[in-house]
DNA sequence: CGTTGTGAAATTCTTCACAGCG
DNA sequence: CGCTGTGAAGAATTTCACAACG
């Protein structure tokens, strides 16, 4: 992987460390090619052209080239790529060789959804605690799991040794939790509350509101069909 | 103002209806935008000046006015926003003032927790039916809601004028279940399914899935505190 | 005065098109 | 020959900086 590839600038690497970062954009459709890998593989597929990925994940071939350029030349011209020796390289790319913890915090019906969700063990996250606030509520099963108590929350998140935390909780609350989850030390965390949250540098925060979704597509809806709406 | 008019995508092929387009970039932030001044109209609040509604929505202020002046000049020079008037604003933008019908389809853990979940009807979106292929779930009650059997989408979907759909179950079946919903006619489709979902033109289509969210973060979490850090 | 609204510059992302290689 | 990998061109987006204005 030759590169001539010299970071513009402002690249905060203290120094050394030139590990080539990936853009966002790239980052979020990486995960699709794995996805569609994951499938080939399943189905016996054992290579695949950059057309055939690209369309199985929805993008451009083009688009698919350069994606995998940030991460590595693993393909054979004239040929395509072996799917396997792919997907490994994007999963080591992406970080996803590391032990991935997750806890769930909020046991309600979103956070007993996630926490059943099989899609993240067969990614490679394991859920390993879940975590309420209600009395009524700890204790309880949810999948193989059973509800911690929140007020351990500290305790918990550190003998399990989760790394990644999944905020499903009320707006009203999810700014003093994700307080608490910094101060445990982890440094990755999903959000599901309606709120901006605020973190320190150095900790990654996703977010995901559901119901801005249905807006944007309201607005994509309202654009393409509406007959009638002018102003 | 200008007409910098170049279509990604399969735009209809109408040309009367010139409404200025938004980028897709400016559109998801104005939902957080509106999220904010939401709450700040609930705290009692009437103006902000961009400054302060861009740092409560986690964008830079030049983002927020750029966003903003394409949906027009809501502003007071020297003074700010009003909030409820950009607010609405916002809204009429967005398409939110249109009665939107969503139905969810897979009455799983997740179609549940969506059902019952307080932020769709909170923001103007109304549930009006979920559905199940499991006839053991069939006729269950989620919320206010009954459980509908999925082999009578088509004729409830038309009863209850369900505009929006929210695909809430297996990757397996998502794609014959669009389908479905499409020849019913609905043509703004959210997907939880983990697939690429194929649609005609003219149907708007939203993913989300919650294992990519983790995968993105992991690679960040893996950049910016891995390199040869001990622990 | 202080803040909005906006051209213009800077940056990032996508697409093109073709050289290079198996 | 066919397909990958990639510079270069082209779009889109973000940031800057300041004139306009209540």
New binding site residues.
């Given amino acids: ?4 590839d010299s970071s ?2 402002a690249v905060r690497g203290d120094s050394g460390t030139a590990a080539k970062q990936i ?4 980052v979020a459709r990486l995960t699709l090619y794995l996805r569609a890998l994951t499938t080939m593989l399943a189905e016996g597929v054992d290579r695949v ?3 055939s990925l690209a369309e199985a994940s929805g ?5 698919l ?2 994606d ?2 940030h991460v590595g ?9 072996e799917v396997q020796y792919l997907s490994r390289h994007i999963s080591a790319a992406l970080g996803l060789t590391k032990d991935w913890k997750v806890a769930i915090v909020g046991a309600g019906n979103l956070g007993k959804a996630l926490a059943r969700y099989g899609g993240f063990e067969s990614r490679g996250f394991d859920v390993v605690a879940i975590f309420d606030a209600d009395q009524m509520i700890v204790g309880n099963e949810v999948g193989w799991l059973r509800v911690s108590d929140a007020a351990d929350m500290e305790a918990v998140l550190q003998r399990t040794g989760a790394n990644m935390v999944v905020l499903a909780l009320p707006a009203a609350v999810a700014q003093s939790v994700c307080d608490r989850v910094v101060a445990a030390g982890v440094r990755s965390i999903l959000s599901f509350a309606p709120v901006m949250l605020q973190v320190p540098p150095g900790v990654n925060l996703r977010k995901v509101d559901m119901a801005t979704e249905l807006q944007i597509l309201a607005y994509h809806a309202q654009r393409t069909q509406a007959p009638e709406e002018l102003e």
Same sequence: chains 1, 2.
């Avoid at 853009?23 to 790239?26: E, N, S």
């Avoid at 993008?59 to 688009?63: C, F, I, K, P």
Wanted: glycine fraction near 10%; avoid cysteine; charge should be positive.
């Fill in positions: 992987m030759t590169s001539l513009p600038e853009p966002p954009a790239a052209s950059s057309e993008v451009s071939s083009a688009t080239r350069k995998l350029s030349s693993y393909g054979t011209r004239g040929v395509g790529y």
